[in-house]
Every structure is written in structure tokens, then in C-alpha cells.
């Protein structure tokens, strides 16, 4: 199991392996999700970054949050627990 951070303010340039380089600068990345729209299939400006280690995502969050990287300041946070999805009923 690993840690996941969110990665907001991406440029829409950026590649996944730019940001796994980027986040391998500090431990084992072991995975790169990109958010895209489900309709469109475009890149959304942000990112999910799984980090091997809880040091390691501790020690990205307080060098890379605020940090320019591609014309963009990233936001960097410890990704919050997926809220279950409401299911919507028409009565």
C-alpha cells in the first residue's frame, strides 16, 4: 500500500513521466494517475501520485507545494479519502 498525494495547477503540457521524474526526486513513486474528463478524455490540470513510503510523501509535500514546475505552481497536499458517491434518483 502505498501514499497518495493530490497534485493540483498541473499545465496541461505536462507529461506523466515529467511528474514521475519530478516526484522520484524524492522516493519510490509507484503510481501516476492523470484526471481526465469522461466525455472529452482531456488531461484536467490535476494528478494523484502514490509514493512508496509516508517519509517520502511527507518530505514532497513541503518541497514541492507552491514549487513552479512547467509555467504552473503546483499545489501538492496529502490526497482525503474518496467519498462514496451518492446514487441520484429521479422520483
Same mark, same amino acid.
Given at each position: 500500500m502505498?501514499?497518495?498525494?493530490?497534485v493540483?495547477?498541473?499545465?496541461?503540457?505536462?507529461?506523466?513521466?515529467?511528474l514521475?521524474?519530478?516526484?522520484?526526486?524524492?522516493?519510490t513513486?509507484?503510481s501516476?494517475?492523470y484526471? !481526465?474528463?469522461? #466525455? =472529452?478524455?482531456?488531461? %484536467?490540470?490535476?494528478?494523484?501520485? /502514490?509514493?512508496?513510503?509516508?517519509? *517520502?510523501m511527507?518530505?514532497?509535500?513541503?518541497?514541492?507545494?507552491? !514549487?513552479?514546475f #512547467? =509555467?504552473?505552481?503546483l %499545489?501538492v497536499?496529502?490526497a482525503? /479519502?474518496?467519498?462514496?458517491?451518492? *446514487?441520484?434518483?429521479q422520483?
Amino acid at each position: 500500500m502505498g501514499f497518495k498525494l493530490y497534485v493540483g495547477n498541473v499545465s496541461y503540457h505536462t507529461k506523466e513521466d515529467s511528474l514521475r521524474d519530478l516526484f522520484g526526486n524524492y522516493g519510490t513513486v509507484l503510481s501516476v494517475h492523470y484526471a !481526465k474528463d469522461r #466525455e =472529452t478524455g482531456r488531461f %484536467r490540470g490535476f494528478a494523484f501520485v /502514490e509514493m512508496a513510503e509516508q517519509s *517520502e510523501m511527507q518530505r514532497a509535500v513541503q518541497e514541492l507545494d507552491g !514549487k513552479e514546475f #512547467e =509555467t504552473r505552481q503546483l %499545489r501538492v497536499k496529502e490526497a482525503e /479519502e474518496r467519498q462514496p458517491r451518492r *446514487e441520484w434518483r429521479q422520483e
